[in-house]
């Protein structure tokens, strides 16, 4: 059985730093991009930022130049690095993998969730 698991939440003054961790675990082939999502309360989810198995990297325009994606493939995990961090950077954070498993077809993985609240 496939797992995301996600680390690293918790509560940040205004302009300081949070890394949060994310590890696949299972019986997984491969995985293709990764990535970081956030809903805030009453608003939908949102992507924060991708990462594929190459290295290519995508973000949102609210936290370019802030937050930092990257992945050890090795490891099957994905980080995201949060400088500078904003009250409007509170939220939910989720981890999802678009992955092969060693059995059965690929499929979207998600994070069970960690909370980041930055106070002001």
């Known amino acids: 059985q496939v797992q995301l698991v996600e680390s690293g939440g918790g509560l940040v003054q205004a302009g300081g730093s949070l890394r949060l961790s994310c590890a696949a675990s299972?019986?997984?082939?491969?995985?293709?991009?990764m990535g970081w999502y956030r809903q805030a309360p009453g608003k939908q989810r949102e992507l924060v930022a991708a990462i594929t198995s190459g290295g290519n990297t995508a973000y949102a325009d609210s936290v370019k130049g802030r937050f930092t994606i990257s992945r050890d493939n090795a490891k099957n995990t994905v980080y995201l690095q949060m400088n500078s961090l904003k009250p409007e950077d509170t939220a939910v954070y989720y981890c999802?993998?678009?992955?092969?498993?060693?059995?059965?077809?690929?499929?979207?993985?998600w994070g069970q969730g960690t909370q980041v609240t930055v106070s002001s």
């Open positions: 999802s993998a678009d992955l092969v498993p060693a059995k059965g077809a690929r499929f979207y993985s």
């Open positions: 299972g019986n997984i082939l491969s995985i293709n991009t």
